[in-house]
């Protein structure tokens, strides 16, 4: 009863835990037991399995719960955990996200704000991400499009060695857009910046007050030593 009443309450919805069976929950009669360094132990009782883990201090992990007869480790199951997830939180910080960046200008923009602007999308370019550059046309401009086209085009020509045009310009109301996309990846551009970070550090640690006075003790060891004076005769 309580095993049908189990399996109605699993068919319903009910959470099944994704975590391996260790130690006193693995329930089967024998395990292909492997040892903590990953060498083949064999087919051994699953008495002599626990065995051989309080005799190592270790835990009897199930990694193969499918397999006939499950496959089990002798492993430190915390370390496990604990190392598996920081793998996956690495995994999480390294991992590229697409990101597209807006730029809004218009048609008959000052010189320096163009160059303002130009600036943000040279920086967004090179941080591997996508750059939607946005006309807006207001009240008359809307009927000279050519010189938003124009202007989408110069922009484009100076920034093509850091991204490319990856949507042409189109007309969207009352606004023209053009996309650029990065030549670089954004995993490339990701550890490139980690490791500037790391240089600068380096930079940092490596002036430190006690190797500025070494410096300044070579330094003062590597000068001659002015003659001494003799006394004048009277």
């Known amino acids: 009863m309580a095993v049908r009443q189990a399996a109605a309450w699993c068919y319903r919805g009910g959470s099944i835990s994704a975590e391996p069976r260790i130690n006193d929950r693995i329930r089967v009669p024998e395990v292909r037991l492997v040892g903590p360094s990953g060498e083949q132990v064999g087919i051994v009782p699953l008495a002599k399995a626990l065995e051989l883990a309080q005799e190592y201090d270790l835990d009897l992990v199930e990694v193969a719960a499918t397999a006939r007869p499950p496959v089990c480790k002798l492993m430190d199951y915390g370390k496990f955990k604990y190392e598996s997830a920081m793998k996956a939180r690495e995994a999480r910080k390294n991992q590229a996200h697409t990101v597209i960046k807006e ?12 160059d303002t602007k130009k600036g943000h999308v040279v920086r967004f370019l090179k941080q591997g991400d996508k750059v939607k550059i946005t006309i807006m046309f207001r009240g008359r401009e809307q009927s000279r499009p050519e010189l938003g086209f124009r202007l989408l085009q110069r922009l484009a020509s100076d920034v093509e060695e850091l991204g490319f045009i990856e949507s042409n310009p189109k007309q969207d109301g009352r606004n023209m857009i053009m996309v650029l996309g990065p030549h670089k990846k954004k995993t490339e551009a990701m550890a490139e910046a980690r490791e500037a970070q790391a240089a600068r550090k380096a930079g940092r640690q490596g002036s430190t007050p006690d190797a500025d006075a070494e410096a300044a003790d070579t330094a003062a060891q590597a000068q001659p030593e002015a003659p001494a004076e003799t006394p004048s005769e009277a």
């Open 103 to 114: 730029m809004k200008l218009r048609p008959k923009i000052d010189p320096h704000d163009y």
